[in-house]
Every structure is written in structure tokens, then in C-alpha cells.
């Protein structure tokens, strides 16, 4: 087994954590960044004339998108939907239609749909993560890649960094995040589909990339193992798949690991008696 940068890094990995650390002390800062923005929208768009459920619906869907920056479910909930509450709560939009109160939940339905939730909420891959993927999990030029659920298309950037001669293709569940992802991607020569990337088939791919719930590994294992070509990747970040013996393990700049298995997969008990368990860095 292969362990990339895992006591170079150890530095920047502190750093990466402090970073993050430092993100989770601005709360609140970015729920009332999104609910004042949510309000100044609604309150401009009232100004010039608008109808009060399109002023609602901008107000809320700046809080959707703002959302991303809650680190947790929680979070994104309460950046999402502060502004159209305190609407409620104030009595603010007294005139609007009953119906025009599910337009924030629409919005927030579309953009995380509840398979989605199961499998992974929107969390993007730090642009620099996977540098030094290609090192420890080399393609030819050309190879298909895919990030699957891939969000807003922060995976494939950070892929693209990676493997620049690789042919990039990303499936999102959610219809809005897929559309940004298309945008974002078109400078990169990525492809974004729209669809359930239980749905996709692997075979085609030389790597397959996960930023995915934990519990989401074992089913990516199974499709993984069932139609992953021999000497393809799957790659998983932060979360490890339990069963499997990884080839090789990334240290993403961040101190987070990019778990690296190759096809055929070695299960974890077939080799444990081969790799000392001092040697496995820790399971989270
Ligand atoms: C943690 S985010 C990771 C986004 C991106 N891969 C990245 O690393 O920046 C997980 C994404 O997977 C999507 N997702 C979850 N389940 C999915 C499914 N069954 N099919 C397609 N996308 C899915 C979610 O909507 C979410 O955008």
C-alpha cells in the first residue's frame, strides 16, 4: 500500500483544520450575510413594483444557494430558510398567497432532493485536494473520469487540476445544482448529466470519484466491484470503504485522506494479515 505526502504534509493538514475550525467560528456570520441579502432582494424588488411572491422567491432562493456555506444539514437549513421565517414572523408579506409561502420549500426541495440528502448533502472538494491524484493513481490521456454526484462541479475542478488530458464527466441528482455544474464545467471540457449516478454505468470509466455520505460506501462498493474494469480507480474523499484494502492513500492539503482502490479490490480481511495495522492511517 501506497501512503502519498501522509508526513510531508502534516503541516499544511494542521493548517487545513485550523481553516475549517476558523469557517465554523464565523457562524452566524453567514446566516445573516444570506438573511440580509435575502431581505435587501426582496425589499429592492418591492421597490420597483415586482409582485410579492417574485420578491419572496429571489429572497429565497439567494438563501438556497447561500446555503452551501452552512457547514452542516442543520446549518443549511437555517441559511435557507431564515429569510422567508422572519418574513412569516413579521408579518412582513401579510398580502401573499397561501401558495407563495412553498415556494422557498420548493426551492429548497430542488435543490437538495431527499435521495440526495441520503447519499451526500452539497459539500464541495477544496479546489486543491486531489493534487497529487495522478501521482499515486496514474491514467493514460483520454481515460474517462467521472465524479459522481457531483454538486456544483467543485470535484471535477479539482480533478481537472489532476488529470488535464483526462475526458471529465460528472452526474448531479439535483436539476439546479447539475445546471450551475454544466456552466461552471464548460471551461474545464467537462460533461454534467442530470440523473442518479446509482443509475450510471462504471464500466466506461477508469476512475470513479466519491465525496459521499459514509454510509453511501458500501452500495459504491458493490457497483464498484461489480463493474469497475481491472486496473480501474475508485477514489473515495474523507470517508473510507471498511471493506476494501486501499492501494493507496492521499493526503489532501486540508489533512483530509483521498482513500484509492483499485480493481480487482483486495476485501480488508483477505490482506489485513498482510499490512500491519500501524501502518493504516486512522479510521474516522
Ligand atoms: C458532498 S457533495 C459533493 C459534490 C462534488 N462531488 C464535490 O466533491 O465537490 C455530494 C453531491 O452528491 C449529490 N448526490 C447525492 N446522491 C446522488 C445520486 N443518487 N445521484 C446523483 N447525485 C447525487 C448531492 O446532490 C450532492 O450535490
Given at each position: 500500500m501506497q501512503y502519498g505526502a501522509l508526513v510531508d504534509m502534516q503541516a499544511p493538514a494542521q493548517s487545513g483544520v485550523a481553516s475549517r475550525a476558523a469557517r465554523r467560528d464565523a457562524w452566524p456570520l453567514p446566516a445573516l450575510a444570506a438573511w440580509g441579502l435575502g431581505w435587501a432582494l426582496y425589499a429592492g424588488l418591492r421597490a420597483c413594483a415586482a409582485p410579492d411572491a417574485a420578491a419572496l422567491a429571489a429572497g429565497a432562493a439567494s438563501g438556497v444557494v447561500l446555503s452551501?456555506?452552512?457547514?452542516?444539514r442543520s446549518r443549511r437549513f437555517i441559511i435557507a430558510l431564515g429569510f422567508p421565517m422572519s418574513l412569516l414572523a413579521t408579518g412582513g408579506?401579510?398580502?401573499?398567497?397561501?401558495?407563495?409561502?412553498?415556494l422557498p420549500l420548493a426551492l429548497l426541495a430542488l435543490a437538495y432532493p431527499l435521495n440526495a440528502w441520503r447519499d451526500a448533502p452539497f459539500f464541495p472538494t477544496p479546489a486543491r485536494a486531489l493534487d497529487g491524484l495522478a501521482a499515486l493513481a496514474p491514467l493514460p490521456d483520454g481515460a474517462s473520469v467521472l465524479?459522481?454526484?457531483?454538486?456544483?462541479g467543485h470535484g471535477l475542478d479539482a480533478l481537472r487540476r489532476a488529470y488535464p488530458a483526462a475526458r471529465l464527466r460528472g452526474t448531479e441528482w439535483s436539476w439546479p445544482l447539475a445546471l450551475m455544474a454544466r456552466w461552471r464545467a464548460a471551461p474545464l471540457a467537462a460533461e454534467v448529466r442530470r440523473g442518479d449516478?446509482?443509475?450510471?454505468?462504471?464500466?466506461?470509466?477508469?476512475l470513479v470519484y466519491l465525496f459521499q455520505r459514509p454510509e453511501s460506501l458500501p452500495r459504491a462498493v458493490a457497483k464498484a466491484r461489480a463493474e469497475l474494469k481491472p486496473g480501474c480507480w475508485l477514489a473515495s474523499l474523507e470517508?473510507?470503504?471498511?471493506e476494501l484494502t486501499p492501494q493507496a492513500v492521499l493526503t489532501c492539503d486540508d489533512g483530509r485522506p483521498v482513500w484509492l482502490y483499485r480493481a480487482p479490490f483486495a476485501s480488508r480481511n483477505e490482506s489485513a494479515a498482510a499490512?500491519?495495522?500501524?501502518s493504516r492511517p486512522r479510521r474516522r
Open positions: 452551501v456555506l452552512g457547514g452542516t408579506a401579510a398580502a401573499l398567497p397561501a401558495w407563495a409561502w412553498l465524479d459522481a454526484g457531483c454538486g456544483l449516478m446509482w443509475a450510471d454505468d462504471w464500466s466506461q470509466h477508469a470517508f473510507e470503504a471498511a499490512v500491519p495495522s500501524s
